[in-house]
């Protein structure tokens, strides 16, 4: 059993090197899908708005990693 464990996790680990990050994304995304529509007048804004925020958790997960 902990095998298959180990080799599932390996898997994932393929394609989700760092969980925080992939956890912020997915929250991001939640809110550009859920929020953004609910604001008025914000629809030319979205695709930037979207675009900052995913680039602002990847210069954070970038800079975490580097004090590591």
């Known amino acids: 059993?902990?095998?298959v464990r180990t080799a599932?996790?390996?898997f994932i680990g393929?394609?989700?090197?760092?969980?925080?990050?992939a956890v912020g994304?997915?929250?991001?995304?939640?809110?550009a899908a859920f929020v953004?529509?609910?604001i008025s007048g914000f629809n030319q804004y979205r695709a930037p708005v979207l675009f900052l925020g995913l680039v602002a958790l990847?210069?954070?997960?970038?800079?975490?990693?580097?004090r590591l």
């Open 1 to 3: 059993m902990k095998v």
């Open 8 to 10: 599932i996790e390996e």
């Open 14 to 21: 393929l394609f989700v090197e760092d969980g925080t990050l």
């Open 25 to 31: 994304i997915l929250v991001w995304l939640a809110v």
């Open 36 to 38: 953004f529509p609910l």
């Open 58 to 66: 990847l210069v954070e997960n970038v800079m975490r990693s580097a």
